[in-house]
């Protein structure tokens, strides 16, 4: 029995050095080998790894992911907006070789800007509030007592001038005139227009047209007789008094030389005698803009004139035309020989 307690239980127990090595393992010179660094050691980790790889890494590597997201979101966004500016943008016709620009037209911006911006960054611009320009012709030429019949806004002329005992009219006479003289001047390049005795241009308050120059049309009247021996020739005014009075003096001296020039021809005088304050106060005067060149001319008496009113139209417009021409290329016209007093006023 005693064998038996020699034998065995000593040296078998004492087989097992791994055991009683771990235990004191701490103490001898092989405890280098379970620093932490021989615990990684494969064969140890091979079971532990598992864990500790799912309990640490995602807490760490989601603390930025999203970054990705946002960097791709940037990435399509970028793409976008350059696909969008790649877009061909809208080609401007070049204008036609024969166009000319009309000087009525207002100006817009067609320029549209190099890169597309969305309306969301888009900037309140100065947006061209319209002005209402008012139109500039080169030339207003009122037929004296021409209405458009039916014409909504003119107010009805009940008269129309002179008539005389064989039905002629002054009207008739004026707007023939007119006509002639506005074909010419719009055939010298000027922009003329014809207005009426109450054209809608004018303005009772605040008036605003503005042409380079006025000339209102009219025609004296049918005296006959050698009561009315003065009744006959023609005679130009302006306004009186005159907000221009240099330009309206030009204006009439411009049309009383090249007028002349025709009425002396068949013996028609300037006739100042008999200018009138239906001329010097000539209504359409205070309803254009007071500044412009604005003048009225009776071309004779319808009764003793009558001959060279009615058959040498042509001529009158001439004489009408070229003195516009003359004003409107800002000559300082030479009074003819017999020098127009406007402000001189007489017979009835
Ligand atoms: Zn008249």
Not at 70 to 88: I, K, Y
Not at 336 to 347: D, G, L
């Amino acid at each position: 029995m005693s064998d038996s307690s020699d034998f065995k239980p000593l040296p078998r127990k004492s087989k097992t050095p791994p055991r009683k090595r771990q235990t004191v393992g701490a103490d001898t010179p092989s405890a280098a080998r379970r620093t932490p660094r021989s615990r990684a050691a494969p064969s140890e980790d091979k079971a532990r790894a598992p864990r500790s790889r799912r309990a640490r890494p995602p807490a760490q590597k989601n603390r930025f992911g999203w970054l990705k997201y946002v960097a791709f979101l940037m990435m399509v966004s970028v793409g976008v907006f350059v696909v969008a500016n790649m877009q061909p943008a809208p080609s401007a016709a070049p204008p036609p070789p024969a166009y000319t620009p009309d000087p009525e037209a207002t100006l817009v911006p067609t320029q549209a800007p190099f890169f597309a911006i969305p309306h969301i960054f888009e900037l309140p611009t100065n947006t061209p509030t319209p002005i209402p320009t008012p139109s500039v012709p080169d030339a207003a030429i009122v037929a004296g007592h021409w209405a458009v019949e039916g014409a909504a806004r003119v107010p009805d002329v009940p008269d129309s001038g002179a008539i005389c005992p064989d039905g002629t009219r002054e009207v008739d006479i004026t707007k023939s005139v007119a006509d002639k003289t506005l074909s010419l001047l719009q055939r010298r390049g000027y922009r003329a227009e014809l207005l009426q005795e109450f054209d809608p241009v004018y303005q009772d308050v605040n008036p605003t047209f503005a042409p380079r120059a006025f000339l209102s049309i009219h025609v004296d009247s049918c005296l006959q007789g050698p009561d009315y021996a003065y009744a006959t020739g023609y005679k130009i005014a302006h306004a009186e008094p005159s907000d221009n009075q240099i330009q309206d003096d030009r204006l009439v001296t411009c049309l009383t030389r090249s007028y002349d020039k025709v009425a002396s021809k068949y013996d028609k005088p300037f006739n100042y005698n008999t200018i009138t304050r239906n001329m010097t106060e000539y209504h359409a005067f205070r309803k254009i803009d007071p500044t412009t060149p604005a003048a009225i001319i009776e071309l004779g008496f319808l009764g003793q004139d009558y001959d060279f009113l009615l058959q040498h139209q042509d001529e009158i417009a001439q004489g009408l035309a070229r003195g516009l021409d003359d004003f409107l290329k800002g000559q300082t016209c030479v009074p003819p020989t017999v020098t127009p007093q406007p402000t001189a006023t007489a017979a009835p």
